[in-house]
Protein backbone atom coordinates (compact mmCIF):
# COMPACT_ATOMS: atom_id res chain seq x y z
CA UNK A 1 0.00 0.00 0.00
CA UNK A 2 0.99 3.23 -0.95
CA UNK A 3 -0.27 6.89 -0.38
CA UNK A 4 0.62 10.23 -0.17
CA UNK A 5 -1.14 13.72 -0.10
CA UNK A 6 0.30 16.67 -0.07
CA UNK A 7 -1.31 20.10 0.28
CA UNK A 8 -0.81 23.28 -1.68
CA UNK A 9 1.53 25.11 -0.09
CA UNK A 10 2.25 29.39 -0.37
CA UNK A 11 5.43 29.91 -2.73
CA UNK A 12 7.18 31.94 -0.16
CA UNK A 13 7.02 29.71 2.54
CA UNK A 14 5.30 32.76 4.82
CA UNK A 15 2.44 31.22 6.18
CA UNK A 16 1.40 27.72 7.91
CA UNK A 17 1.48 25.17 4.86
CA UNK A 18 -0.73 22.50 6.80
CA UNK A 19 -0.39 19.18 6.36
CA UNK A 20 1.00 16.14 4.22
CA UNK A 21 0.22 12.88 4.60
CA UNK A 22 2.27 9.86 4.13
CA UNK A 23 1.14 6.19 3.98
CA UNK A 24 3.57 3.36 2.43
CA UNK A 25 5.16 -0.19 3.30
CA UNK A 26 7.15 0.30 0.09
CA UNK A 27 10.94 0.21 1.61
CA UNK A 28 12.76 2.85 -1.05
CA UNK A 29 9.89 5.07 -0.98
CA UNK A 30 9.98 5.27 2.77
CA UNK A 31 13.59 5.94 2.76
CA UNK A 32 13.15 8.80 -0.26
CA UNK A 33 10.34 10.27 1.72
CA UNK A 34 12.22 10.35 5.13
CA UNK A 35 15.34 11.85 4.09
CA UNK A 36 13.59 14.65 2.25
CA UNK A 37 12.10 15.56 5.20
CA UNK A 38 15.17 14.92 7.51
CA UNK A 39 18.36 14.51 5.29
CA UNK A 40 19.82 11.88 4.15
CA UNK A 41 19.72 8.59 5.43
CA UNK A 42 19.67 4.40 4.86
CA UNK A 43 17.22 1.93 6.01
CA UNK A 44 17.62 -1.15 6.37
CA UNK A 45 14.67 -3.25 6.46
CA UNK A 46 15.81 -6.49 5.65
CA UNK A 47 13.00 -9.45 5.61
CA UNK A 48 10.71 -7.07 7.52
CA UNK A 49 6.86 -6.23 6.74
CA UNK A 50 5.19 -3.75 7.40
CA UNK A 51 5.31 0.18 6.80
CA UNK A 52 5.47 4.15 7.78
CA UNK A 53 2.47 6.02 8.10
CA UNK A 54 3.55 9.95 8.71
CA UNK A 55 1.95 13.20 9.00
CA UNK A 56 3.64 16.82 8.35
CA UNK A 57 2.18 19.80 9.20
CA UNK A 58 4.05 22.78 8.56
CA UNK A 59 4.22 25.69 11.60
CA UNK A 60 6.40 27.89 9.63
CA UNK A 61 9.14 28.25 7.30
CA UNK A 62 11.33 27.38 10.65
CA UNK A 63 9.26 24.76 12.45
CA UNK A 64 7.20 21.55 11.43
CA UNK A 65 5.36 18.80 13.02
CA UNK A 66 5.88 15.99 12.39
CA UNK A 67 4.46 12.35 13.66
CA UNK A 68 5.91 8.88 12.24
CA UNK A 69 3.91 5.67 12.95
CA UNK A 70 5.98 2.49 11.99
CA UNK A 71 5.04 -0.92 11.89
CA UNK A 72 8.34 -1.82 11.16
CA UNK A 73 11.90 -1.86 13.11
CA UNK A 74 14.61 -0.08 10.99
CA UNK A 75 17.96 0.39 11.33
CA UNK A 76 19.06 3.69 10.70
CA UNK A 77 21.46 5.02 9.13
CA UNK A 78 21.73 8.96 9.17
CA UNK A 79 23.96 12.21 8.01
CA UNK A 80 23.82 14.99 10.27
CA UNK A 81 20.00 16.50 10.32
CA UNK A 82 20.96 19.85 10.31
CA UNK A 83 17.78 20.88 12.23
CA UNK A 84 16.82 20.49 15.74
CA UNK A 85 14.91 17.61 16.53
CA UNK A 86 12.72 16.71 19.92
CA UNK A 87 11.13 13.94 19.93
CA UNK A 88 8.38 12.56 22.00
CA UNK A 89 8.07 8.89 22.19
CA UNK A 90 4.21 7.53 22.53
CA UNK A 91 4.71 3.93 22.10
CA UNK A 92 7.44 1.49 21.35
CA UNK A 93 11.37 1.61 21.51
CA UNK A 94 14.31 3.31 20.32
CA UNK A 95 17.78 3.23 20.42
CA UNK A 96 20.40 5.92 19.42
CA UNK A 97 23.75 6.09 18.52
CA UNK A 98 25.84 9.69 18.02
CA UNK A 99 28.48 12.03 19.45
CA UNK A 100 30.09 8.56 20.93
CA UNK A 101 27.10 7.78 23.08
CA UNK A 102 24.50 5.48 22.99
CA UNK A 103 21.32 6.47 24.64
CA UNK A 104 18.06 4.15 24.74
CA UNK A 105 14.26 5.27 25.31
CA UNK A 106 10.64 4.10 25.71
CA UNK A 107 7.23 4.78 25.45
CA UNK A 108 6.93 8.91 27.47
CA UNK A 109 10.44 9.87 26.55
CA UNK A 110 11.55 13.13 25.71
CA UNK A 111 14.66 13.45 24.07
CA UNK A 112 16.84 14.83 21.12
CA UNK A 113 18.29 12.07 18.68
CA UNK A 114 20.91 13.58 17.61
CA UNK A 115 22.81 17.03 17.29
CA UNK A 116 22.32 18.53 14.10
CA UNK A 117 25.92 18.73 13.09
CA UNK A 118 26.11 14.70 14.22
CA UNK A 119 26.21 11.62 11.67
CA UNK A 120 23.96 9.45 13.82
CA UNK A 121 22.61 5.32 13.93
CA UNK A 122 19.51 4.29 15.39
CA UNK A 123 17.25 0.69 15.81
CA UNK A 124 13.41 1.68 16.06
CA UNK A 125 11.03 -0.87 17.09
CA UNK A 126 7.60 -0.09 16.19
CA UNK A 127 7.47 3.56 17.34
CA UNK A 128 4.84 6.27 17.47
CA UNK A 129 6.49 9.64 17.70
CA UNK A 130 6.09 12.83 17.50
CA UNK A 131 8.83 14.90 16.80
CA UNK A 132 9.55 18.83 16.39
CA UNK A 133 11.26 19.71 13.67
CA UNK A 134 13.15 23.39 14.67
CA UNK A 135 15.46 25.50 12.64
CA UNK A 136 18.58 26.07 15.23
CA UNK A 137 18.81 29.24 14.52
CA UNK A 138 15.55 30.13 16.48
CA UNK A 139 17.29 29.32 19.72
CA UNK A 140 19.13 32.72 19.27
CA UNK A 141 16.49 34.85 18.57
CA UNK A 142 15.02 34.50 21.92
CA UNK A 143 18.31 33.59 24.29
CA UNK A 144 22.36 34.23 24.17
CA UNK A 145 25.50 33.71 24.99
CA UNK A 146 28.10 34.78 27.53
CA UNK A 147 30.00 37.39 25.88
CA UNK A 148 32.88 36.39 24.07
CA UNK A 149 35.53 37.82 21.52
CA UNK A 150 33.21 36.05 18.72
CA UNK A 151 29.09 36.03 18.82
CA UNK A 152 28.50 32.29 19.73
CA UNK A 153 25.44 30.18 18.58
CA UNK A 154 22.87 29.15 21.40
CA UNK A 155 22.69 25.74 20.90
CA UNK A 156 21.56 22.56 23.05
CA UNK A 157 24.43 20.26 24.52
CA UNK A 158 22.86 17.29 25.99
CA UNK A 159 19.68 14.94 24.57
CA UNK A 160 17.79 14.46 27.68
CA UNK A 161 16.02 16.67 29.45
CA UNK A 162 17.14 18.53 32.63
CA UNK A 163 14.52 17.18 34.73
CA UNK A 164 11.75 15.06 34.83
CA UNK A 165 9.58 18.37 35.04
CA UNK A 166 11.38 19.46 32.37
CA UNK A 167 10.36 16.89 30.10
CA UNK A 168 6.30 17.30 31.48
CA UNK A 169 6.72 21.19 30.36
CA UNK A 170 7.82 20.20 26.72
CA UNK A 171 5.27 17.84 26.46
CA UNK A 172 2.14 20.30 27.67
CA UNK A 173 3.49 22.94 25.42
CA UNK A 174 4.29 20.94 22.48
CA UNK A 175 0.21 19.77 22.60
CA UNK A 176 -0.92 22.67 23.27
CA UNK A 177 0.78 24.20 19.81
CA UNK A 178 -0.16 20.69 17.81
CA UNK A 179 -3.95 21.67 19.25
CA UNK A 180 -3.85 24.92 18.41
CA UNK A 181 -2.59 25.08 15.61
CA UNK A 182 -3.79 21.65 13.65
CA UNK A 183 -7.24 21.83 15.12
CA UNK A 184 -8.97 24.84 13.09
CA UNK A 185 -8.79 26.50 10.12
CA UNK A 186 -8.80 30.04 11.43
CA UNK A 187 -5.18 29.49 12.40
CA UNK A 188 -3.93 29.05 8.70
CA UNK A 189 -2.46 31.70 7.03
CA UNK A 190 -1.76 33.62 10.30
CA UNK A 191 1.72 34.33 10.32
CA UNK A 192 1.87 36.60 13.81
CA UNK A 193 0.52 33.41 15.33
CA UNK A 194 2.47 30.73 13.44
CA UNK A 195 5.74 32.82 14.90
CA UNK A 196 4.22 33.14 17.95
CA UNK A 197 4.15 29.53 18.59
CA UNK A 198 7.42 28.96 16.68
CA UNK A 199 9.25 30.89 19.51
CA UNK A 200 7.50 29.10 22.47
CA UNK A 201 8.47 25.58 20.81
CA UNK A 202 12.30 27.42 21.14
CA UNK A 203 11.71 28.90 24.26
CA UNK A 204 10.30 25.46 25.47
CA UNK A 205 13.32 23.48 24.23
CA UNK A 206 15.97 26.05 25.94
CA UNK A 207 14.01 24.89 29.22
CA UNK A 208 13.82 21.21 28.37
CA UNK A 209 17.39 20.99 27.58
CA UNK A 210 20.56 21.89 28.78
CA UNK A 211 22.70 24.03 26.78
CA UNK A 212 24.87 27.28 26.51
CA UNK A 213 22.44 29.91 27.15
CA UNK A 214 23.32 32.64 29.17
CA UNK A 215 19.90 33.52 31.66
CA UNK A 216 21.14 36.25 33.76
CA UNK A 217 22.81 39.98 32.85
CA UNK A 218 26.38 40.34 32.93
CA UNK A 219 27.53 43.53 34.71
CA UNK A 220 27.80 44.65 30.83
CA UNK A 221 24.28 44.20 30.39
CA UNK A 222 23.33 46.49 33.42
CA UNK A 223 25.49 49.46 32.92
CA UNK A 224 23.37 49.48 29.16
CA UNK A 225 19.98 48.59 30.50
CA UNK A 226 19.22 52.73 30.72
CA UNK A 227 16.32 54.37 30.00
CA UNK A 228 17.51 55.52 26.47
CA UNK A 229 17.73 51.40 25.57
CA UNK A 230 14.28 51.08 26.84
CA UNK A 231 13.09 53.84 24.35
CA UNK A 232 14.81 52.60 21.49
CA UNK A 233 13.61 48.96 22.13
CA UNK A 234 10.01 50.66 22.55
CA UNK A 235 10.51 52.70 19.58
CA UNK A 236 10.74 49.49 17.51
CA UNK A 237 8.26 47.73 18.96
CA UNK A 238 5.77 50.32 18.40
CA UNK A 239 6.69 50.82 14.52
CA UNK A 240 7.06 47.16 13.50
CA UNK A 241 4.55 45.07 15.71
CA UNK A 242 2.31 44.40 12.63
CA UNK A 243 5.19 42.83 11.34
CA UNK A 244 7.16 38.95 12.82
CA UNK A 245 9.92 40.56 15.25
CA UNK A 246 12.03 38.32 17.63
CA UNK A 247 13.11 39.24 21.06
CA UNK A 248 17.03 39.29 19.01
CA UNK A 249 15.83 41.78 16.38
CA UNK A 250 14.49 44.02 19.52
CA UNK A 251 17.46 44.33 21.07
CA UNK A 252 19.41 44.79 17.86
CA UNK A 253 17.29 47.59 17.10
CA UNK A 254 17.96 48.86 20.34
CA UNK A 255 22.04 48.51 19.93
CA UNK A 256 22.24 45.99 23.05
CA UNK A 257 22.20 42.49 23.64
CA UNK A 258 19.11 40.68 24.45
CA UNK A 259 19.77 40.55 28.13
CA UNK A 260 20.38 43.79 28.19
CA UNK A 261 16.73 44.67 26.69
CA UNK A 262 15.15 42.44 28.92
CA UNK A 263 16.52 44.25 32.18
CA UNK A 264 15.88 47.29 31.03
CA UNK A 265 12.31 46.48 30.13
CA UNK A 266 11.76 44.99 33.67
CA UNK A 267 14.02 47.73 35.73
CA UNK A 268 11.62 50.37 34.31
CA UNK A 269 8.50 48.64 33.31
CA UNK A 270 8.33 45.86 35.18
CA UNK A 271 7.39 44.01 32.32
CA UNK A 272 9.22 41.76 29.24
CA UNK A 273 9.68 42.88 25.94
CA UNK A 274 7.40 40.10 24.52
CA UNK A 275 4.58 41.30 27.12
CA UNK A 276 5.27 45.06 26.08
CA UNK A 277 5.36 43.48 22.44
CA UNK A 278 1.81 41.82 23.60
CA UNK A 279 0.07 45.13 25.04
CA UNK A 280 1.29 46.85 21.65
CA UNK A 281 -0.90 44.62 19.19
CA UNK A 282 -3.32 44.46 21.76
CA UNK A 283 -4.19 47.65 20.90
CA UNK A 284 -3.77 47.14 16.95
CA UNK A 285 -6.39 44.35 17.58
CA UNK A 286 -8.34 46.71 19.64
CA UNK A 287 -8.67 49.42 16.67
CA UNK A 288 -9.17 46.62 14.29
CA UNK A 289 -12.05 45.38 16.69
CA UNK A 290 -13.34 48.44 15.90
CA UNK A 291 -14.19 49.28 12.60
CA UNK A 292 -14.93 45.72 11.81
CA UNK A 293 -17.99 44.64 11.31
CA UNK A 294 -19.31 41.41 13.14
CA UNK A 295 -21.05 40.11 9.72
CA UNK A 296 -17.47 39.73 8.36
CA UNK A 297 -15.04 38.51 11.06
CA UNK A 298 -15.03 37.13 14.44
CA UNK A 299 -12.92 38.15 17.56
CA UNK A 300 -11.12 34.87 17.25
CA UNK A 301 -9.79 35.72 13.38
CA UNK A 302 -8.96 38.93 15.26
CA UNK A 303 -7.08 37.47 18.27
CA UNK A 304 -5.31 34.82 15.93
CA UNK A 305 -4.03 38.10 13.19
CA UNK A 306 -2.49 39.82 15.98
CA UNK A 307 -0.72 36.12 17.33
CA UNK A 308 -2.77 35.59 20.49
CA UNK A 309 -3.32 31.79 20.13
CA UNK A 310 -5.70 30.95 22.76
CA UNK A 311 -8.90 33.40 22.14
CA UNK A 312 -10.21 32.61 25.63
CA UNK A 313 -7.08 34.24 27.27
CA UNK A 314 -7.53 37.09 24.90
CA UNK A 315 -10.64 37.68 26.01
CA UNK A 316 -9.17 38.01 29.37
CA UNK A 317 -6.27 39.80 28.72
CA UNK A 318 -8.92 42.37 26.60
CA UNK A 319 -11.33 42.99 29.52
CA UNK A 320 -8.82 43.66 31.89
CA UNK A 321 -6.96 46.41 29.71
CA UNK A 322 -10.13 47.96 27.71
CA UNK A 323 -13.37 46.69 30.77
CA UNK A 324 -15.39 44.71 28.24
CA UNK A 325 -15.07 41.61 26.52
CA UNK A 326 -13.58 41.89 22.86
CA UNK A 327 -16.94 40.68 21.19
CA UNK A 328 -18.72 44.07 22.82
CA UNK A 329 -16.33 45.75 20.95
CA UNK A 330 -17.22 44.16 17.92
CA UNK A 331 -20.99 44.92 18.00
CA UNK A 332 -20.46 48.91 18.46
Not at 172 to 190: D, H, I, K, N
Not at 266 to 287: E, K, M, W
Not at 322 to 329: A, D, E, L, W
Request: glycine share 6%; charged share 15%.
Amino acid sequence: MTSQTVPAQPADGSAAAGRATFDSTDPELIEQVLSRSYAGLRLNLRGQHGGLRRTRAVLSPAAKLDRDRWSLSPAVTGVPLGVLAVAWLRDGHACYRSGGSQRHYGPGDVFIPAQPTQPYTAAIHHTDVEVTVLDPALLSQVAGTAPGRAPQPVQLTGHEPVSAQAAETWKATSSYVRATMLASPETAGQPLLAATMTRLLAAAALSTFPSNALADPTTGDRRDAHPATLRRAQAFIDEHAHEDITPADIAAAACVTLRTVQLAFRRHLNTTPSDYLRRVRLGHAHRDLLAASPALTTVTAIAYRWGFPSPSRFSAYYRTTYGVIPSQTLRT
